[in-house]
Each structure stands twice: as structure tokens, then as C-alpha cells.
């Protein structure tokens, strides 16, 4: 029914919305301005791969690689907590690029600008997701379970003490609520997800490097979050879907084959731009990104 | 959020969804029995474009002197594995694609994957990684490999007699490679190795620190070279260098002409004037208006390379390995295992020129 590139397309909006609706948790509906998350997407990515290509059944790899993700949030949680706006954002950018020297120079780990090529498709229970379709399924099952987990938590209580410490962090910690531990588990619980989408990246396109992990590729999921609205879940859907595919009908324009790339870069970038002009709080943005 | 806005965004997302069905909806019929359709998946935009555009250049240069039964579809990688990815995708889902064209390590390798699933010759060039063509019989190179660039720079430092030797590489999949190789076959000692990150512009303390040696194997991309030939005339130091192409790349060449000496180069033998070389360049200058960097000549093979497939008249896969033919890169040919083999020469810049030093 569906064809490759269709799938391909719609696997990729099941990463991306992994990626984006974690990142929410934290920046949208937490406050807090994390510009690490590609770095525990790479944390994800790397564990899943390297465990994958040692002989690990791969549901064990997603799940350490979640785990190990969560505790290089909890990790950066530690030195990070006090900071707010742009100084976490300095803080958590340059975990960024500790991460992306890491996956560049330990060499005997990750072999570094070789990168991992050939890292197996999923398998469970003796079934292989070699074929997109099963893969697609596969995505679009734990990606409804990561937007469900996180669905309930930014609605159960512990959501709404973090939207507190996102409007007033001080007023939050004088009605008696730990806001540090708190901070730490959004943190860690974003960087779960992120790990999760990142162990989805590395089987499905069965090869990873450390350039698939740069702060360019923080760009588009931020872009989601922003487009899609800060603290809306539904929004983040939605920009997820529209920013994943909206380059792709340009591809069927026909346009010559010199100004193929840039003519493509400039449409997408004047179609985000209005999008902005005319929604610049996002689609369905509760609040302002200070 | 009211029912208008809810409604507002399904029509969007529909619609776009739908023109991407449409777009690839049906599979369009081959153009012709006999033409080749080549999927060509190669960097338009991002910091590869410039060799991107040159390779493609040559390839239509080719094609516009041929005039072959060939139809290229062109799409940007962007040098990225996605994008890439989803470039080739939607090009096997919507043509008769009987050859996929890629440029790069990083875009070829997940190519690779795809390729062995849709059971198509992929003919890559600018992969330089060993095992690349070892993976797959699906996987032909058009490029030398890292073994063949440095175990012939290392080669000729053992004969120049080069005892003490530093090693100063670009920290990537090509420069790791190529590192690599030259140790395993430079028989002297290395007193000094050091990896410099893309963006890096300032050597002046690694050429300080390598000053001792006798020689500097070193692999960087035109804009290292710029700037390392111009901190060393800045720091008055004579380092000599042994490299590959890209040291004495159109770009460089045109930048820091006068400053090129004490630089050898193992390249392919198109980077130097012949008849069948010159011919070309002059049909490149008129054609775009500047001279071809190093990578059109690769273009301009793959086109023939192409030719000879549709001509051959067998399946892609088996005329690959049956085509031979006299290229710009010397004969072109392709081994059991996907490799072209091509052959490489050394040279040396001096004076505002190159010369042939071996073969």
C-alpha cells in the first residue's frame, strides 16, 4: 500500500517526533533551555549500536540505551541545576560538545570518524524488522508510547509542580517542592527519550558517525518545538509532521539540476519563516521562550 | 482549540501527504527499454558542494560530448546520511532506476544498505575507506582507495630516504584512513602525529612543532592548505610536504600559487596536463567559464563508465565488471570485487607548476 520513500518519510517523523516531544518536556513545559539533547541522542545511538554490533538482543540495547541517556541526564542534571536561561544553554550546549569529541576521539570504542557501519535491524523475538514496513510499525508503537508516557506525566501532578518551577521557580520552592529533584528527573526522563529515538536512528539507517550528532542536527527538532508551540504536545505533533515532510513535495517541482539544493533550502526556509511571521508564539504555544 | 483550526490542520497535513502520494504515486513507466536511468545522489549545498557541482559538471559534460541513452536523476545529499537516504528512496520508488551515483563516505556507506535491498549496482566515488567495495557486490568504486594513497606517499618517502617523518592529518573518516595506511608501510620513525578538526585554521604551533621532521605526511581539505602554506611562509619554516589532491586543488592553486613548494602529492594521473586531459579542460572552460578541480575528471569517467554499461546491453551489475575503457583517470576497469584500480601518480608543485615526479 504504502511506498518505501513514504515509509522512509514516516519513519523519520516517528524519530523526529521522539526527539521533539522529549525535548518539549524539558524546554517546553520544564523552563529549562537544554541544548544537549543531540548529545543524548548520540549517547542513545552509540550504546544501541555498539551493544547491537557486540551480539546484544536489541531490546535490550534500546532499553540500556534509554538508560544510559537518562543517567547522562541525571549527570548533567548535577552541575546544571542552578543555571537558568542562556547560561544553561551555554552549559548544555558545551555537553554537546564534550559528547561529539568523545564519539570523535575514543577511537578504540566508537572509531571515531570511521563511524559504525552496519549495524543489525531490530529484531524480536526472532523476528527481524528488516523490512521498512515492520520498522515503520515498530517506530509508530514506541513512538505512541513515548507521546502517552510523556502525555501523563506533564498532566499528572509531578507535571504540573514542573510548569511551576517554568513559570517561578522561587514561588514553586517556597510551597515546599524539591525543585532540584525535580529538575533532575525531567532532565533525565527528556534524555530517555532521546536516547530511545537515538538507538531508532542508528538501527534504521544502520550506520552512525559522529557528524550525524552536530549541533546542526539540534536545529530541526528545536524548530519543532518552537514551530509546533512551547509546552503543547499536540503542537509538537503537528510541526513534527509538517517540518519533517513540507521539504519533500518540493522534490517533485522539477527544478534544474544547479539549483536544485539551494532553490529546495530556500523555499523550506521562507515557508518556516511564514510560519512564524504569522505564528510567532508556534501553533498552539502556551507560553514564550524567554 | 476550535473545530476550524483542528479541521485547518488536517486539510494541511493531507494535503501535504497527498502530493507526496501523488508525486511518487505511480511508478512511471521506463523511458525507453533501452535507457539507463541513474539515480545520482551527490552534495549540492553544505560544505561539500563545491566538489559536489564539480563532479557534476563533469558528468554532463560527458553526457552533452555523448550524447548516451542515459537519463540522470539528480537530487542534493547534503552531504548527510538522511538525506541522502530519502533522496535515493524516492527516486527508486518513483523511476526504473537501474544505477545508483553517490558521492561521499558518510552518504554512500547507509547508501549501500538501500542498494543491497533494491539489488542495484551503487558506483560511488570519493570513498576512499578500504573495506567499502569488500561489503557488498553491489559496491563499485570509481575513486583510489586510502590504501593505494598513502602506502605510494609512504612509498616514496622510504625512497627519498626520509627517516624522521610527522603526520599531520584532518580528524575525519578520510584522513583516519589514510593515516593509518601510511603507518603500516613508512618504514623510518614518526616523531610527531596530530589530527586537526575541519573548521582548524591556525597551524602555526603545529608547524613549529613539526619543523623538526625531514617530511609531513599530511591530508587536509583546500582551505588547510591555504592557510598552512601561508603560516609557513609567515613563520619562514621550509616543511616539506607529501600529500594528495587536494594540496594542489584548482582552489589552492589559484589562492597560493607562488607559495607552493616542497609539496609532493600522490594524485590521479588526470590532475596532470596530457592531450587527453587538455582536451577536456578546454571543453570545461568553455563550457562553465573556469577550470575543473580534481573531481570533474572523476564525473567525466562516470559518464562513460554509464555509456558503456547501456552499450554492454547485460544486466548493470555484470557489464561492470565487463567494461574497460581509456579514461581521464587512466584505463577504467572494474575487479571482482568492484574496485577501478585507478592508477595514481606522484608529483610536485614548484615554481607555480606541476610536475611528474613517478608513476
Redesign the interface.
Known sequence: MF????I??LI?VGIYLILAISLQLAVGFTGLLNLGHIAFYAIGAYISALLALAGWPWWICLLLAGTGAMLSGFLLALPTNKLKGDYLALATLGFTFVIYAIT?NW?SLTR????L??IPKPSLFGFVFSDNFAFLILTAIITTISYFIIKRIVSSPFGKVLEAIRDDELATRVLGKNTFKMKTYALGISAFFAGIAGSLYAHY???I?P??FTLLQLIPVIAIVIIGGLASL?GTV?AA??LV??P??L??IGFP??V???A??IIYALLLLLILIYKPKG??GKVELE | ?NKTKIIL?II??VI??G???Y???KKAEKESKNKLEVAVII???GPS?PEG?DF?NGL?LAKEKLNPDII?Y???S?G???EG???A??L???KNIDIIVSFQ??VS??LL?LADQYNKPLVVTSVA?DEFTQ?SKNAFRLFPTARQYASMAAEFANKKGYKNVSILTV???Y???VKEQFKKNFKGSIVHQESFEIPERDFRTVLIKISNSEAVFSVGYNIHWVSLFKQREELGKDTIFISNQNMVSQLVRSEIDDLLTNAYAVVPSSTLLSDTTKEFVDEYIKKYGHEPDWVAPFGYDMTFVLDAVQKNGKKPIEALHEIRFEGLNGTISFDENGESNIPLIMIQAKDGSIELVEK
Open positions: 511506498s518505501a520513500y513514504l522512509h518519510l523519520l570523535l577511537t571515531g570518524p570511521l563511524g557501519p552496519g539507517i544502520t550506520f558517525d557528524s550525524s499536540r503537528i509532521i509538517i515532510l513540507l519533500e513535495p522534490r517533485f539540476s544547479s536544485v539544493g539551494p529546495r533550502q501553533f498552539y | 482549540m490542520w494541511i497535513i501535504i501527504i502530493g507526496l502520494w508525486g511518487q504515486g552534495p549540492l549545498t558542494s557541482e557534476l554532463l540522470f539528480i537530487e542534493d547534503q548527510k546520511a538522511t537516504l530519502t533522496a528512496k524516492k527508486l520508488d518513483t563516505s558518510l556507506i547507509p544498505a575507506q561489503k580528524h575525519d573518516e584522513g583516519e584512513s
